[in-house]
């Protein structure tokens, strides 16, 4: 039993289902045999996520776009990155020490924003941070399932609301397009707070 072997089986569990018992079930080996190649089960689940960002193309900023455009490209590289890896955002948001591979590509990308972009280093990092940290959640917690056919009915049958029925107009958004409408507000917000003469004082 390698490392390797380890962090594949725990890639085909997920993040989200990854146990010392089922990484045992998955190898054919005993979990006295997993406990023997681990320091704990936080130490595997940290290299099984290290890998999976290790494989992960992250979504750098070209000459083509613009700062608004590279944050939406960044925003919906995390959103497909925390569906099709469940449990790993609760790791994204929680990168420390422990992970020096992840924190030296994330230096890498906010060092390419800030020379890209001509922007301080405080205004790249903050910048592109508060972006990706609105991403996982949004992507974790709220747009993640397309909302249900009935819920505009539902919503029109109210009598006792006064705006929310006004708003309801029979167009079916699904949860992606929800996430990039949210995502833009997050972004023409950070672009703008950047540039704000009490940025400064963050």
Sequence with gaps: MTEANLIEAGIALTLQKLTVKAVAEQLGVSIVAVYNNIEDLHSLKTAVAEEIL?????PMPTDADTFEE????LSLGLRSLVHRN????HYLVNIGPESPMAIGRIDGVQQRYST???????QARWAVTTVAEHAVALAELVHVADPAPDDDAAMLARTDLTLIPLTVDGKVRSAATNFEWSMRAVIMGATTIIDHPRFGLY
């Design 116 to 122: 890209l972009f001509e922007l301080s280093p405080m």
């Design 70 to 73: 590279a944050l939406m490209n």
């Design 54 to 58: 290790r494989r992960w193309d992250f």
């Design 86 to 89: 469940p449990g790993i955002a």
